[in-house]
T-cell receptor
């Protein structure tokens, strides 16, 4: 079964540094998403992306964050000047279409630890 | 009121028992509903979509009550492998082209032998 893959599985970064999290969505999927989950808390939507543009973003997704699809397969989340509170699991997801009845398929996440 | 609300549990039931979870949502414009399961420190995995008429997948039955704005999940003949956190997920129509998905905080289920 096709999978969403994420790298790295664990990223440790000094506070203030920039970090890039990478995702390879399922190949025929057109919509891509980033979520985060702080330890012990719920999964939170960050951003959705379609046709090389951000479709929706949450209040969490401020100027510190950016997303990019640099080539035909990768989808990245960049966090500039990381803060301690950015420590969380970051999940990438994709769906074939963007309609509300389309389930999203999740990668197994990147654990980001900010020191 | 939270956008999606679930009883956090934990539910601790013996193997073979039937267990039910409820979830309420606040946005009446919500259109699609899902149950995901999440194992400890793992990604959410789709368990089933929830349809207006209710739907069943093996031991799992999902129901939707739009009037009362809640969805439910029933697990029959529970197995040890059902131990996980069950996430209620609601999809809200988009402001632009892609929908917005809201997760509940999850209900923890623990099945004991």
């Amino acid at each position: 079964e096709p999978e969403v893959t994420q790298t790295p599985s664990h990223q440790v970064t000094q506070m203030g540094q920039e970090v890039i999290l990478r995702c390879v969505p399922i190949s025929n999927h057109l919509y891509f998403y980033w979520y985060r989950q702080i330890l012990g808390q719920k999964v939170e939507f960050l951003v959705s992306f379609y046709n090389n543009e951000i479709s929706e973003k949450s209040e969490i997704f401020d100027d510190q964050f950016s997303v990019e699809r640099p080539d035909g397969s990768n989808f990245t989340l960049k966090i500039r000047s990381t803060k301690l509170e950015d420590s969380a699991m970051y999940f990438c997801a994709s769906s074939e279409w963007g309609q509300v009845n389309q389930p999203q398929h999740f990668g197994d996440g990147t654990r980001l630890s900010i020191l | 009121r939270k956008e999606v609300e679930q009883d956090p549990g934990p539910f601790n039931v013996p193997e073979g028992a039937t267990v039910a979870f409820n979830c309420t949502y606040s946005n009446s414009a919500s259109q699609s509903f899902f149950w995901y399961r999440q194992d400890c420190r793992k990604e959410p995995k789709l368990l089933m979509s929830v349809y207006s008429s209710g739907n069943e997948d093996g031991r799992f039955t999902a129901q939707l009550n739009r009037a009362s704005q809640y969805i439910s999940l029933l697990i029959r003949d529970s197995k040890l492998s059902d131990s996980a956190t069950y996430l209620c997920v609601v999809n809200i129509p988009p402001g632009s082209s892609a929908s917005k998905i809201i997760f509940g905080s999850g209900t923890r289920l623990s099945i004991r032998p």
